[in-house]
């Protein structure tokens, strides 16, 4: 393991210049395979849907008497073909599921233009109908769905996942209107904002089914835990109607599983690629396979005194080695049996991928005397992390009669993420004048080595059931286990000391041991029993079709979580290390482990709810209204001492939330909607247990005082749909939020934790535009965000009084919610040609400054700055059945920074080697670009 104190530095790296070029080569490139000789003898047209006159895209238009002479329908449904001599032909439409279509033309000295509209096909099976089998997985159908929907809904489709830059859905949600993300230490995207809501304030579901979390602290999913190949669409959902479970404030994301197809369906996908981080250092690891998977207390019983032979060092033997390679493999089979009416698909992937950041950390105190933040360590860190994600789902559906139809849905989904961490860290000490600079002398190395394997275990059977021709009833049955293990967490401290020899020459101390080894086993489960049923009644008032919809669900929860955690200290004291852990003696502190720290804890929690809504057209305005009752009762029991305040705890609260969705639709293809809903939050299983334990970079804390957050929200958005797959949205948004939660650093007998807290009332208020329209074989998606919010919290300010003493006050401070960002903007440049098999894809994110950290002092929040990230995807069909892919990720290798933002103030503590600007550095990852390339094929 080589001395990371000497070599551990953030890089940059000059190829923005590069990379943007290159691209906007390759796209020219693929415009020009279009283009041919010019000749004046052209046909020209739009192929559409007979009917609705929707344009078709992926028609294929042929002169039979020269078949070279061919065109495919582009994304608006218009065609060209050129280079046609003088004569008469017979031209042949066809599109899948339509019926195909001959016309005679007779071209001589001009272009003519030729329309066609084509009929929807039906296939007859005895006595029964059937039209073909809802498609969801098309722009078309996300379109149609938006446009459709009772409530504001947001849908990408399958297609549009398989050809954007992303391979997980958590990199796939940014792609919404109104949505950004909060990445991990290696970068990767996963949690979702929603239109400035923090991730608490959102639910997953899957097939329209909630499900538990994997993560030990919160309710909410980790995104990135899910490969997007998997998916049929995504849904996000900003408004709540009654038969929604309503503790959702920001949105609800829904991944649709890919569903049975009508015909025999078999696709593969392979690739390989590689993070340029690891060109430019080394990938820095363990060996995972031999962590203990069981703590000595959990192996050996709760009595057991455990000794240092118990604890193996084999996961602090770190290796480097060279640029690892990025592995992916996707498989999807599926068919219809019995005459259509049996479906069956099986989906699956693997992703295993190399990432890691290259860090700069910065703690930061405030100054007594101006409440200024002052440096007091630096710390450079790298990261390193492989990511085994895999996913296998299994979906059946079985149509008994016409009447009745039966779901039966299972998957299993796992991240394994084997993680490296080593850290130099340095005291400072800054000089009054602010120019100043002195280190203590003091060197601090850590090394650490952590496996995580979570997973998401779901089965759900589900029945539609046609009870009389205006009475139906929908049920679902389902099962779901989400897990977390973080087996043998290892950390090591060493120190090093640097003082001037008797020529004055600088010269560092030997290495030694500083403080404990750590040890730590945390397993936590979740498990969800659950059941819903619903019923639809059609009914006739005043000549009014009216649509009633009632039910309920009931949901038992349990939730346990273990806590192990061993201290390790070097014997003799002050051992000086050479290199190698396995030659180090140590002595065990704490034999019988952490049995009563409040992180060994159980807890249940059951909810009802029960809903009544109506939905009513009249005339060309539809409503959709009612309410539902939610019932929380929730108990938690920990091994923490009976001294302890909220070792054993409970709570209980109903809730009525009502609901209102006016849908106006003025003419063909636009809409005007205005909602109300009001909405909960519940607080996180982990919050309310009165634990404190050191993580990442600060001592959290537990708070069972915890209240769940209510919250008001109406929406006003304008809908247009030129065509099936142009759109123009614009809307509005305002949350008026009670008891909003959120962690912030608080202070207690000169300690500082990090704590989740109520925080009085929020507002919150927003605009989104959203614009989709496609020219011929090119696109533009764009969409921009603002959001506005406001909370007021009492801070410390630090200062001396006139007296000369050292003083403290409250202040009150208003600020955005954390999370937040005021502005937000997505656009993705899109090239498709359909003859020649291309999809070519740009993507701009640019996501605004947030508040990530609340501190307990005056305008000492910590902000992530602006950024903006740029990614590319490529496709080209090599056959019918063959295609070649690949996506670059962060092209312009775009960093996380954070800092204290100081605009009223010059901040006059620096460190030499940072930028002067009027803000405090408190972070800076760089993470590079990730290459991947592939083959897919679909027979």
Not at 171 to 183: D, F, K, M, P, T
Not at 713 to 729: A, G, S, V, W, Y
Not at 865 to 875: K, V, Y
């Given at each position: 393991m080589r001395n990371f104190g000497a070599t551990l530095a953030t890089k940059r790296y000059p190829m923005k210049i590069r990379s943007i070029l290159l691209l906007v080569s390759l796209l020219s490139i693929f415009s020009q395979f279009q283009i041919v000789q010019a000749q004046n003898l052209a046909v020209r047209g739009i192929i559409s849907e007979s009917g609705t006159n929707d344009p078709l895209t992926g028609a294929t238009i042929v002169i039979l008497e020269n078949q070279r002479l061919a065109s495919v329908s582009g994304l608006d449904g218009s065609y060209l073909i050129r280079n046609i001599p003088s004569g008469s032909y017979t031209v042949r439409v066809s599109y899948i599921g339509f019926e195909p279509q001959q016309r005679e033309i007779t071209i001589t000295n001009s272009d003519i233009t030729l329309n066609i509209a084509l009929q929807n096909q039906a296939t007859q099976l005895d006595e029964l109908t059937i039209a073909g089998r809802r498609v969801g997985n098309t722009?078309?159908?996300?379109?149609?769905?938006?446009?459709?929907?009772?409530?504001?809904?947001?849908?990408?489709?399958?297609?549009?996942?398989?050809?954007?830059?992303?391979?997980?859905?958590?990199?796939?949600?940014?792609?919404?209107?109104?949505?950004?993300?909060?990445?991990?230490?290696?970068?990767?995207?996963?949690?979702?904002?929603?239109?400035?809501?923090?991730?608490?304030?959102?639910?997953?579901?899957?097939?329209?089914?909630?499900?538990?979390?994997?993560?030990?602290?919160?309710?909410?999913?980790?995104?990135?835990?899910?490969?997007?190949?998997?998916?049929?669409?995504?849904?996000?959902?900003?408004?709540?109607?009654?038969?929604?479970?309503?503790?959702?404030?920001?949105?609800?994301?829904?991944?649709?599983?890919?569903?049975?197809?009508?015909?025999?369906?078999?696709?593969?996908?392979?690739?390989?690629?590689?993070?340029?981080?690891?060109?430019?250092?080394?990938?820095?690891?363990?060996?995972?396979?031999?962590?203990?998977?069981?703590?000595?207390?959990?192996?050996?019983?709760?009595?057991?005194?455990?000794?240092?032979?118990?604890?193996?060092?084999?996961?602090?033997?770190?290796?480097?080695?060279?640029?690892?390679?990025?592995?992916?493999?996707?498989?999807?089979?599926?068919?219809?049996?019995?005459?259509?009416?049996?479906?069956?698909?099986?989906?699956?992937?693997?992703?295993?991928?190399?990432?890691?950041?290259?860090?700069?950390?910065?703690?930061?105190?405030?100054?007594?005397?101006?409440?200024?933040?002052?440096?007091?360590?630096?710390?450079?860190?790298?990261?390193?992390?492989?990511?085994?994600?895999?996913?296998?789902?299994?979906k059946t559906d079985f149509e008994i009669d016409r009447n009745n139809k039966i779901d039966f849905y299972n998957a299993v989904i796992r991240l394994s993420d084997v993680e490296t961490r080593a850290r130099v860290a340095t005291n400072l000490r800054i000089g009054r004048d602010g120019a100043s600079f002195l280190g203590t002398g003091r060197l601090g190395y850590s090394f650490r080595s952590r496996q995580r394997d979570q997973q998401i275990y779901n089965s759900t059977l589900q029945g539609r059931h046609l009870i009389t021709p205006i009475l139906e009833a929908q049920w679902s049955a389902v099962y779901s286990m989400a897990t977390f293990n973080e087996p043998d967490r290892a950390e090591l401290d060493l120190i090093s000391g640097i003082t001037r020899n008797s020529s004055g020459e600088l010269v560092q101390q030997p290495i030694i041991y500083d403080r404990d080894l750590k040890r730590r086993w945390t397993n936590n489960s979740d498990q969800d029993i659950a059941g819903y049923l619903n019923f639809t009644y059609y009914q006739s008032i005043a000549g009014e079709q009216v649509q009633w919809r009632t039910g309920g669900m009931y949901r038992h929860k349990t939730r346990n979580n273990e806590f192990n955690e061993y201290l390790l200290r070097a014997q003799p004291a002050e051992q000086v290390w050479d290199g190698n852990v396995n030659n180090s003696m140590w002595q065990l502190i704490n034999p019988i482990g952490t049995p009563r720290d409040a992180l060994n804890y159980e807890s249940e929690e059951n909810i009802g709810a029960a809903y009544l809504q109506a939905r009513v057209l009249i005339g060309n305005l539809q409503i959709l209204g009612g309410a539902r009752f939610e019932s929380t009762d929730f108990?938690?029991?920990?091994?923490?001492?009976?001294?302890?305040?909220?070792?054993?705890?409970?709570?209980?609260?109903?809730?009525?939330?009502?609901?209102?969705?006016?849908?106006?639709?003025?003419?063909?293809?636009?809409?005007?909607?205005?909602?109300?809903?009001?909405?909960?939050?519940?607080?996180?299983?982990?919050?309310?247990?009165?634990?404190?334990?050191?993580?990442?970079?600060?001592?959290?804390?537990?708070?069972?005082?915890?209240?769940?957050?209510?919250?008001?929200?109406?929406?006003?958005?304008?809908?247009?749909?030129?065509?099936?797959?142009?759109?123009?949205?614009?809307?509005?948004?305002?949350?008026?939020?009670?008891?909003?939660?959120?962690?912030?650093?608080?202070?207690?007998?000169?300690?500082?934790?990090?704590?989740?807290?109520?925080?009085?009332?929020?507002?919150?208020?927003?605009?989104?535009?959203?614009?989709?329209?496609?020219?011929?074989?090119?696109?533009?998606?764009?969409?921009?965000?603002?959001?506005?919010?406001?909370?007021?919290?009492?801070?410390?300010?630090?200062?001396?009084?006139?007296?000369?003493?050292?003083?403290?006050?409250?202040?009150?401070?208003?600020?955005?919610?954390?999370?937040?960002?005021?502005?937000?903007?997505?656009?993705?440049?899109?090239?498709?040609?359909?003859?020649?098999?291309?999809?070519?894809?740009?993507?701009?994110?640019?996501?605004?400054?947030?508040?990530?950290?609340?501190?307990?002092?005056?305008?000492?929040?910590?902000?992530?700055?602006?950024?903006?990230?740029?990614?590319?995807?490529?496709?080209?069909?090599?056959?019918?059945?063959?295609?070649?892919?690949?996506?670059?990720?962060?092209?312009?290798?775009?960093?996380?920074?954070?800092?204290?933002?100081?605009?009223?103030?010059?901040?006059?503590?620096?460190?030499?080697?940072?930028?002067?600007?009027?803000?405090?550095?408190?972070?800076?990852?760089?993470?590079?670009?990730?290459?991947?390339?592939?083959?897919?094929?679909?027979?």
């Open positions: 722009d078309e159908s996300a379109r149609n769905t938006e446009r459709n929907a009772d409530n504001v809904v947001n849908v990408i489709a399958a297609r549009s996942i398989e050809v954007s830059p992303d391979i997980t859905v958590a990199n796939v949600i940014q792609r919404v209107s109104g949505v950004s993300l909060e990445r991990n230490s290696n970068g990767d995207g996963q949690h979702a904002i929603v239109r400035g809501m923090d991730k608490r304030y959102n639910y997953t579901l899957v097939n329209g089914i909630k499900i538990p979390s994997p993560e030990t602290k919160n309710r909410y999913v980790p995104l990135d835990i899910f490969p997007s190949d998997l998916l049929d669409r995504l849904e996000v959902t900003k408004s709540l109607t009654p038969s929604m479970e309503g503790d959702a404030i920001g949105g609800v994301i829904d991944m649709i599983m890919k569903d049975a197809p009508d015909r025999l369906v078999l696709d593969f996908n392979v690739g390989s690629g590689y993070n340029q981080l690891f060109f430019d250092r080394d990938y820095l690891g363990f060996n995972a396979g031999a962590t203990q998977s069981n703590s000595p207390r959990a192996t050996n019983g709760g009595s057991y005194q455990a000794s240092s032979d118990d604890f193996p060092l084999e996961n602090l033997d770190f290796r480097q080695k060279d640029a690892p390679v990025n592995r992916i493999l996707g498989m999807a089979i599926g068919n219809r049996f019995m005459d259509g009416r049996l479906g069956v698909l099986a989906a699956g992937s693997y992703q295993q991928t190399f990432r890691g950041a290259n860090s700069m950390f910065f703690q930061t105190d405030t100054d007594r005397e101006s409440n200024n933040p002052v440096y007091f360590q630096v710390q450079s860190r790298e990261y390193s992390s492989e990511q085994m994600r895999s996913g296998i789902h299994v108990s938690w029991v920990t091994n923490a001492p009976d001294r302890v305040p909220g070792r054993i705890g409970s709570t209980s609260y109903t809730n009525l939330l009502p609901s209102l969705h006016l849908k106006y639709m003025p003419v063909d293809r636009t809409n005007i909607r205005l909602s109300y809903f009001a909405s909960i939050s519940r607080p996180n299983f982990f919050e309310v247990v009165p634990y404190e334990i050191v993580d990442e970079d600060y001592q959290e804390r537990g708070n069972p005082f915890l209240k769940h957050t209510e919250a008001h929200n109406i929406d006003l958005r304008f809908e247009h749909f030129p065509t099936p797959l142009d759109q123009i949205m614009v809307a509005v948004f305002y949350k008026n939020i009670n008891n909003p939660i959120e962690q912030a650093l608080q202070i207690e007998a000169q300690r500082i934790f990090l704590q989740s807290n109520n925080f009085g009332t929020a507002n919150n208020f927003g605009v989104e535009v959203d614009y989709t329209r496609y020219i011929r074989n090119w696109g533009l998606r764009a969409f921009y965000t603002f959001t506005e919010s406001r909370i007021e919290t009492s801070k410390i300010f630090r200062f001396r009084d006139d007296n000369g003493n050292f003083t403290s006050r409250q202040i009150d401070q208003v600020r955005p919610l954390q999370g937040q960002s005021r502005h937000i903007a997505n656009t993705s440049l899109l090239y498709k040609n359909g003859r020649l098999g291309t999809d070519a894809q740009i993507s701009m994110v640019y996501t605004g400054r947030r508040i990530i950290s609340v501190s307990p002092y005056y305008e000492n929040d910590i902000w992530q700055r602006a950024f903006t990230q740029l990614d590319f995807s490529f496709e080209q069909r090599i056959t019918s059945n063959v295609s070649f892919y690949a996506k670059i990720n962060n092209i312009l290798n775009t960093p996380l920074r954070a800092d204290i933002r100081r605009e009223n103030t010059v901040n006059p503590q620096q460190v030499p080697y940072v930028n002067q600007t009027n803000n405090v550095l408190v972070r800076e990852d760089y993470y590079q670009q990730t290459y991947l390339a592939g083959i897919k094929v679909k027979l």
